[in-house]
């Protein structure tokens, strides 16, 4: 009988091989819906060379490489190597005819996708509070998971805000969908067996965090900023 390697210990794997300049090139090629060959012929490069960078931690590319990787890219050389990761988003300069623009609701549910990194607000016996987690997205509400005596686990039976957001610092665009909602805990064996089993990733926090908090939307909205 074979024995076939889980996906999970594939990506471990992986990404265990891979350099940071690598993950960045990868991270920002996928958040273009670029595939290697099409990211390679932006760049002049071979797509062997790409998944090369992509792949290898011991990938050194040159300047005039990462120039036209991040060219291609749309994006910035420090970016790549990482330079402004302890940065807020945002620092970039604004276009200078840039237009805000309402988002339809189905708009915001497929930019809220299926999971990421969002903030949370609550109202707590300190004062009101906002505070950044992961999430997934289940049956068209925000789910994530927290401890019993973390912060976020003070919203369950409270009304609560919910943003994500995303900034193209390279051309001076984003959006941001704000979440108005309910947020329950959710206590059911096996509805907890399959959150967890659906859920994208743990929590990035780490730590045993085994309370999961459903938000149901009761309104959702959203904008982006559009470049003329």
């Excluded at 273009?32 to 790409?50: D, I, K, N, Q």
């Excluded at 890219?73 to 970016?79: D, F, I, M, P, W």
């Excluded at 990421?116 to 997934?136: C, E, H």
């Excluded at 925000?142 to 995303?166: I, L, N, Y």
């Amino acid at each position: 009988m074979s024995e076939q390697t889980p996906s999970n210990a594939v990506s471990a794997t992986a990404d265990s091989t891979r350099g940071d300049i690598g993950r960045r090139i990868a991270q920002r090629r996928e958040e273009l819906g670029l595939t290697r060959e099409e990211a390679a012929s932006r760049a002049g490069a071979a797509p062997g060379y790409v998944q090369y960078l992509e792949e290898q931690s011991t990938a050194m590319p040159g300047t005039a490489v990462l120039i036209r990787l991040a060219d291609a890219l749309q994006t910035s050389v420090a970016a790549l190597r990482g330079g402004d990761a302890d940065l807020p988003p945002g620092i970039g300069r604004a276009a200078r005819h840039p237009e805000l623009i309402e988002l339809s609701a189905e708009e915001c549910r497929t930019r809220l996708s299926r999971h990421g990194v969002g903030r949370i607000a609550m109202d707590t016996p300190d004062g009101p509070i906002i505070v950044p987690l992961n999430y997934t997205v289940i049956d068209g509400a925000v789910m994530f998971r927290t401890a019993p005596d973390a912060v976020p686990a003070t919203a369950v039976g409270a009304h609560v805000a919910f943003e994500v957001d995303h900034i193209d610092e390279a051309l001076s665009q984003g959006w941001s969908v704000l979440i108005r909602g309910f947020a329950q805990a959710v206590t059911d064996p096996d509805a907890v067996r399959r959150l967890t089993e659906l859920a994208y990733s743990g929590p990035w926090a780490g730590g045993e965090r085994d309370v999961w908090v459903r938000l149901e939307p009761v309104e959702t909205t959203g904008r982006r900023i559009a470049v003329r």
